[in-house]
């Protein structure tokens, strides 16, 4: 019992120093030398420079700027745009019509992506105006866009996957094939939610005058063909063999810079632009994780974990109850961090355990980046949310609201990956396969 009521009080250490304005690295680095210095003989210094060094040459570590740059890149093009004149079209027959373009538009982007903030403010920035003119409800607007926007963290290339995956010491490119059905889990429950409110709402949704033929829409659909090549080759080039996921960033960072030369909206500016704004949010994610690296190695030295382990496969819980437990502590945890955070934060305590229960630390990634993608619809730190509101012009109270209904969709997606794990599993285990 002792070993916990030290996990709790470094729990506590580390929220004060969160709470007292100190950067994320730094209070990771501090709460790791608190942990080395009175739980471990192992000097600080040599500790502090060997993790550091370690976790910095990981060459999956490569992909992550790349990623970063593509959603840059995409983010200064007219690919959104495209998106919309190219969906429309199809979505005007279905109950809830254009609104459907918030989540096949968000779901498309996030193929490409990799970031949840980039994914609602590229496809919000066209479709929030577009809808707004056309007498579409606020709510149902602003409320897809902040749950849509969180499949950039789930549907492949994800960064966050790829930082679970060096956290958890685990194929990448597998992480990202396991995303792949849940991702249209969510996209299916989102687009099925908006038919039932459409049916419990039919007068708030307007009437689309303009309803184009078979072939009209076929030929609008032309403008969905850049992105489509950009998905085949990234996802393309991992799923054959032909490229690591840090080769397939390359690829798509070389055919985003072509396209938005093509479209026409590549230019020096908007090179450098992309090019620094890749750097600053790198350089976040990069000081986090070495910060957490430098924790887990401090943790390791005394021992925390294992004896956390051993506890808790003491108590003889089900996995379930493992799971659900877990579930509520990253619902609470991701009211105060975003998702990243979340991940580099708990990797080293939280991998232990689920190891000693038995679970599959693939299908566990996929299970986390889902609970963590509620943080970014729950307030007070929700990164989408205050996206929204800097689109629509709404109070953060406002914005909340409306996406209540997709964190409990996204509560729903838990459980179903909880009780169907194959979902996570059967595309990875078809690759080892091959």
């Known amino acids: ?36 210095y009175f739980f471990s003989d192992a000097p600080i210094g040599t500790v502090l420079a060997s993790s550091i060094w370690g976790s910095s040459y ?9 990623f970063i740059w593509l959603g840059e890149i995409l983010f200064r093009s007219r690919l959104s745009e495209d998106m919309f004149t190219g969906l429309a079209p199809w979505m005007s027959y279905l109950p809830g019509k254009l609104v459907h373009i918030n989540i096949l538009g968000c779901a498309i982007f996030a193929a490409v992506s990799g970031s949840s903030s980039a994914t609602a403010a590229t496809i919000g920035k066209i479709t929030m105006p577009e809808l707004k003119k056309r007498g579409y409800p606020d709510t149902i607007v602003m409320g897809t ?11 492949p290339p994800s960064i966050i996957l790829i930082v679970y995956g060096v956290a958890a010491e685990q194929s990448i490119a597998r992480l990202f ?10 996209v299916s429950l989102f687009m099925g939610y908006v038919v039932i409110w459409t049916f419990l709402n039919p007068q708030k949704i307007p009437k689309e005058k303009v309803h184009m033929n078979l072939w009209d829409s076929i030929y609008a659909a032309r403008r969905l063909i850049p992105v489509f090549l950009l998905i085949i080759g990234i996802m393309g080039s991992i799923y054959l063999g032909i490229a690591s996921p840090t080769d397939a960033a390359a690829v798509g960072v070389a055919l985003s810079l072509f396209l938005s030369w093509v479209m026409g909206t590549l230019s020096w500016r908007t090179f450098i632009e992309g090019v620094m704004g890749a750097i600053r949010t790198s350089c976040m994610i990069a000081f986090i994780l070495l910060g957490a690296s430098f924790l887990t190695a401090a943790m390791g030295f005394a021992g925390i974990p294992r004896d956390l382990a051993t506890w808790i496969g003491s108590l003889n ?10 579930t509520v502590f990253f619902i609470v945890l991701g ?10 934060l708990t990797a080293a305590v939280i991998l232990p355990m689920i190891e000693s229960s038995g679970l599959n630390l693939i299908w566990f990634g996929i299970y986390l980046v889902v609970v963590v993608e509620m943080s970014s619809i729950t307030p ?4 989408n949310l205050f ?8 109070d953060i109270f406002t914005v909340a609201k409306a996406s209540i209904p997709f964190f409990f969709l996204l509560v729903i997606a838990v459980a179903i990956i909880v009780a169907f794990p194959d979902l996570a599993t059967f595309l990875p285990e078809q690759m080892t396969q091959r």
């Not at 866009?145 to 549907?155: D, H, M, Q, V």
């Open 1 to 36: 019992m002792e070993h916990v009521l030290i996990y709790l009080l470094l729990v506590i250490v580390l929220f004060v120093l969160l709470s007292s304005g100190i950067w994320i690295p730094f209070s990771l680095i501090g709460l790791g030398w608190i942990v080395i």
């Open 317 to 326: 819980l089900s996995p379930y109850v493992l799971i659900a437990a877990l």
């Open 380 to 383: 007070p730190v929700g990164f």
């Open 387 to 394: 996206i929204i509101q800097g689109l629509s012009g709404e």
């Open 177 to 186: 094939i396991a995303g792949i059905l849940p991702g249209l889990v969510l």
């Open 145 to 155: 866009l902040a749950g849509s926007g969180t499949l950039g963290l789930l549907i």
């Open 335 to 344: 009211c105060f961090l975003d998702g990243i955070s979340i991940v580099v």
């Open 58 to 66: 990981s060459w999956e570590l490569a992909a992550l700027p790349l």
